[in-house]
Nanobody
Framework: QVQLVEDGGGLVQAGGSLRLACAAS????????MGWFRQAPGKEREFVAA????????YYGDSVKGRFTISRDYAKNTVYLQMNSLKPEDTAAYYC??????????????????WGQGTQVTVSS
């Protein structure tokens, strides 16, 4: 059974940085894409970033390009989201997700089969 456990959220001032981690277990993820999404109160869940476990190709949402970096550590079976130059509008619950590599769009929530419980990121102005 796939398990995704996020860690690293918290409260930070605007302009600061945080690193989120997603520990994945339950199977071999070489044929998977790992993603980060976020959801602010009253808003839809939004694509943030994704990485193909094998090969490391990365994808980013327009609102975070140039500020966030997604990466993975094979040995630890962990995916990271380094968030720099944080803005108040980055405040949201951040979710880790996993999906097998199919033709489904990487940016869509419905394309992902497994989700973590989420971690809160709050950016104060």
């Amino acid at each position: 059974q796939v398990q995704l456990v996020e860690d690293g959220g918290g409260l930070v001032q605007a302009g600061g940085s945080l690193r989120l981690a997603c520990a994945a277990s339950g199977r071999t993820f070489s044929s998977y894409t790992m993603g980060w999404f976020r959801q602010a109160p009253g808003k839809e869940r939004e694509f943030v970033a994704a990485i193909r476990w094998s090969g490391g190709t990365t994808y980013y949402g327009d609102s975070v390009k140039g500020r966030f970096t997604i990466s993975r550590d094979y040995a630890k079976n962990t995916v990271y989201l380094q968030m720099n130059s944080l803005k108040p509008e980055d405040t949201a619950a951040y979710y880790c997700a996993a999906r097998m590599n199919t033709g489904a769009p990487i940016t869509r929530v419905i394309s992902y089969n497994y989700w973590g419980q989420g971690t809160q990121v709050t950016v104060s102005s």
